[in-house]
């Protein structure tokens, strides 16, 4: 008999997990009926593992032993056994603690969900969803995921796209100047040309530049399954007169120049406020 007190001993002694719990399974009937043996796994087993789990160092090892025993003793350490809830509540610290340090977050995250009166897992939980996103649930759950974002603040910080009128109006002036295009505003430099394409003819500072840099207004030609630009607006103000913008302003026209593309830079004179009607005609005469 391979589950003689003894034999018990003797594998708890090695941490002989597997050995373990094969007996435990194939001779539970037996096992239950002798007070012994019995009180091995009610008492001092669950003391066992966690005093392995503290002292190896191979968290991975550690984390598929907790892994079986948590799945075995979950449904019989109460129905089967007479494993103190304090007792086993340690043990799923443990093991939550030790997905954490394998990188499994999201398994600690579901098991933790269950055990919410501890207070050690209701901090996880609090935690990850702060800092995870959320999955939300809907019909087609089990092909689609959709989640949001976490911890999402009451006070909204959002600006608007324009920041002033003349922007409105000199985006919509384009956009109806080309009914049949796509215009798109603020439209990163990088996700227009290829920077690898020009980058030997930039130095240092125009290299970092040129991941920060938008234009105003990019026009596309829709082409089968893909977005071609074809026309570049910026729009100038009494701003670009300032030194540090017109060192910008040039890196800029650099880029288009090396893209064997052209910029339009638009603005009024004297500093005059332009309508919607005064950049369309602007841009029929000059581009038509």
């Not at 009180?39 to 984390?63: G, H, M, P, R």
């Not at 092909?143 to 600006?159: G, L």
């Not at 840099?213 to 074809?230: G, Q, W």
Request: glycine share 2%; charged share 30%.
């Amino acid at each position: 008999m391979d589950y003689k007190l003894e034999n018990i001993y003797e594998l708890l002694q090695k941490s002989d997990w597997d050995k373990l719990l094969s007996i435990e399974s194939k001779h539970r009937t037996d096992i239950i009926k002798d007070p012994m043996i019995k009180q091995i796994f009610d008492v001092y087993f669950i003391d066992a593992v966690i005093n392995y789990v503290k002292n190896e160092k191979d968290k991975l090892s550690c984390s598929l032993v907790l892994k079986k025993i948590y799945n075995r003793f979950i449904h019989h350490r109460n129905k089967t056994y007479s494993i103190p809830d304090k007792k086993f509540e340690e043990l799923v610290i443990h093991y939550l603690s030790t997905l954490q340090m394998v990188g499994s977050s999201d398994i600690a995250y579901n098991i933790a969900q269950k055990w919410k009166d501890i207070e050690e897992a209701n901090k996880f939980v609090v935690l990850y969803e702060n800092t995870h996103s959320k999955e939300l649930i809907h019909s087609n759950n089990d092909t689609i995921k959709v989640s949001v974002n976490p911890n999402i603040q009451k006070e909204n910080h959002t600006i608007s796209l324009f920041k002033s009128n003349q922007e409105y109006e000199f985006y919509y002036a384009i956009r109806e100047s080309y009914p049949n295009y796509l215009t798109y505003p603020n439209v990163a430099v990088s996700c227009i040309i290829d920077f690898d394409k020009i980058k030997d003819n930039l130095n240092k500072n125009e290299k970092e530049y040129f991941f920060k840099a938008i234009v105003d207004c990019v026009v596309y030609e829709e082409l089968n399954t893909d977005f071609i630009p074809k026309f570049y607006f910026e729009l100038d103000s009494i701003y670009h007169d300032e030194e540090k913008q017109k060192v910008k302003d040039s890196i800029k026209d650099k880029f288009f120049s090396l893209a064997g593309q052209e910029l339009m830079r638009i603005r009024g004179k004297y500093n005059i406020s332009l309508k919607r009607n005064d950049f369309k005609k602007m841009i029929k005469e000059v581009l038509n």
